[in-house]
């Protein structure tokens, strides 16, 4: 079993693509007891329209298999100016949103990847 903590992939400020166009979307690639993992996480300026998921990829098949996701309405983005300084607590639900900076939102977004995480442990056990 991986240790939680040393198997969680971690977001780099380089990871996080270009939000110009007012979406988001990064993927993070890990490997667990042989299992190859794709983490995805698409941002949109609309948070219902945002994706936060976890696949397994299946050598025989050659497919990538959902093994985990985590409902939009689970995150926010901030509302108001007091909100901003929560995008980097890990027990804030609240999140950077598409625009803001990539340090930040590689802080903000290492909570998902977190839960994600979590989740993939339990299912592949």
Known sequence: MIDIKEGTPQLAASD??????????VVLLATYDDVKVRY???????IDQCMFRADAYDRANRVWNELWS???RTYRYPLE????MK????????IADPDSSPNTAAAS??????AL?????????
């Open 109 to 114: 977004w290492q909570k998902i990847i977190n």
């Open 70 to 72: 985590i409902p939009q």
């Open 117 to 125: 995480t979590q989740k993939v442990f339990e299912v592949l056990g």
């Open 40 to 46: 995805q996480l698409y941002l949109d300026r609309y």
């Open 16 to 25: 996080i693509g270009d939000s110009s166009g007012a979406n988001n979307e």
């Open 87 to 94: 995008v980097t607590d890990p027990t804030s639900p609240i």
């Open 81 to 84: 100016a007091a909100d901003k």
